[in-house]
């Protein structure tokens, strides 16, 4: 199984609901799908629930206080981490395991700590992290073949997203 994430920083909320909603369309499951945010945002709702049949992720969102609805209380693990010397975020999808060591102190350099454990380089995880201090989203997504990779991609691109990255590499099958 690859351990490929293809990441992007979105601008706002709305964008980041357009963005999560059409890589759903295009075939991610949402628990593939991490979302990180400046938690400053996190007392609105971020989208609309398009689909009553998420009872997951409607507990999920309950759960938490009601950190975050829409399509965000869709992802998995929403929680809300103190990143020392960033501030509060919220977190959901997988992002939410690996900057949760970040958030207790254990992974040194907050969220570039955390991002250079999930295999971004260092130079673009500092570039992640400035861009989430001014109040950006962080998209990510798990492709497991290089057609989901280009997929990801293309849904970035089209919708205007801005340090488009992909970590790891694709397992190619044996011939």
């Keep these: 199984m690859s351990k490929t994430a293809v990441f992007c920083i979105s601008?706002?909320?709305?964008h980041a609901e357009r963005i999560i909603d059409r890589l759903v369309a295009s075939?991610?499951?949402?628990?593939?799908?991490?979302?990180l945010m400046p938690e400053t945002d996190s007392h609105h709702d971020i989208g609309h629930v398009k689909n009553t049949k998420a009872p997951e992720g409607t507990a999920t969102g309950a759960a938490?206080?009601?950190?975050?609805g829409g399509v965000i209380g869709l992802?998995?693990?929403?929680?809300?981490?103190?990143?020392?010397?960033?501030g509060p975020f919220i977190a959901a999808g997988?992002?939410?395991?690996?900057?949760?060591?970040?958030?207790?102190?254990?992974?040194?350099?907050?969220?570039?700590?955390?991002?250079?454990g999930l295999g971004i380089p260092e130079i673009e995880a500092k570039i992640y992290e400035e861009k989430l201090k001014t109040g950006n989203y962080l998209?990510?997504?798990?492709?497991?073949?290089?057609?989901?990779?280009?997929?990801?991609?293309?849904?970035?691109?089209?919708?205007?997203?801005?340090?488009?990255?992909?970590?790891?590499?694709?397992?190619?099958?044996?011939?």
């Design 139 to 175: 998209i990510s997504v798990h492709a497991h073949s290089g057609e989901e990779v280009d997929r990801a991609e293309e849904i970035y691109k089209s919708e205007e997203a801005e340090n488009i990255s992909t970590t790891g590499q694709v397992a190619v099958p044996a011939v």
């Design 27 to 35: 075939g991610f499951a949402h628990s593939e799908i991490s979302v």
């Design 64 to 68: 938490t206080g009601g950190v975050a």
């Design 11 to 14: 601008k706002s909320r709305a």
């Design 75 to 86: 992802l998995a693990g929403i929680g809300a981490l103190a990143i020392p010397g960033v």
């Design 94 to 116: 997988p992002i939410m395991a690996a900057l949760s060591g970040a958030a207790l102190g254990a992974t040194a350099g907050g969220v570039v700590g955390g991002l250079i």
